[in-house]
Every structure is written in C-alpha cells, then in structure tokens.
C-alpha cells in the first residue's frame, strides 16, 4: 500500500492508516450488530421449557396442556374469586373441568404474555446498554 499522506509527527502510523483501522472497527461494529440477535429473531427450542425425559416430550407436553391451565384455574378461584376461603371454596360446583380449564389458560395466557413482554424489556435494557458501553468506548478513543 502505497503512503498517500505524510505521517503525524506525534505518531508512529500514518493517517492513511489510522483511517484505514477507523473503517475497520467501524465495519467490525456493523458486522457485531448484525449478528446480535433482534428479540423478535431469537430461535425458541421448546426444550429448553419442558421438563420431560428424551423422546418422550410430546406425551409431556399433552399432559402440561391438559392439566397446567386446570390447576392454575383451580387456583385463581380459590386465590381471587374465593379470596382464599375455603369454604367458600367449597361451593364452587368443581365438576365442571373444561370451564375451570379455560379460566385457567386464560390467566396462563394472560401471565405467558406479561412474561414476554417483560423479556422483551430486559433485552431492550441490554441492548441499550452494550450500546451506550460501545459509544462511550468509542469518545475515550476518539474515534
């Protein structure tokens, strides 16, 4: 490579490069973002979740479908309809499996979602903050 500019006096490296090192960080940081994964990009494997031995998740998961959203029903009626009385627990009619099943999966809907978004919060705290960790890096440089 052939020396466009004189050195700096103050330096050991031409300016030719020194701005030919910026571009190289600079499409090094472009490169780094778009490796880093968006939220909505981020590969789920559903096995990482369920807790269930190998080879066997689909039956686990059948058995988590069928009695998860229940027990989660049973206890918010028992925990915010019954206001944690027993007895008034009791009077509810618990016969009815599929309507205690879909209060259920309608809370474990409703909390899958706050957790999701909650998530989704704390990637974006992360990412903002790698950001301004790589921009601060970046002014003590003074690039």
């Known amino acids: 490579m052939e020396l466009k500019s004189r050195p700096d006096p103050k330096s050991l490296m031409s300016n030719d490069y020194r701005s030919t090192g910026k571009q190289f960080s600079h499409d090094s940081i472009e490169r780094h973002k778009v490796k880093e994964e968006d939220f909505l990009n981020q590969e789920i494997d559903y096995r990482n979740f369920v807790f269930a031995p190998e080879g066997y998740e689909g039956p686990v998961l059948f058995v988590y479908l069928l009695s998860l959203p229940y027990l ?4 918010f009626l028992f925990l915010f309809v019954a206001r944690a009385s ?8 618990l016969s009815s499996y599929f309507v205690i099943w879909a209060i259920g999966y309608e809370v474990s809907a409703v909390l899958l979602l706050i957790i999701i978004f909650l998530a989704w919060l704390n ?5 903002y903050n790698r950001e301004n960790l790589r921009t601060k890096s970046k ?5």
């Open 72 to 75: 989660i029903g049973l206890t």
């Open 86 to 93: 027993y007895e008034y627990f009791l009077e509810f009619n």
């Open 123 to 127: 990637h974006y705290r992360n990412r």
């Open 139 to 143: 002014q003590r440089r003074g690039y």
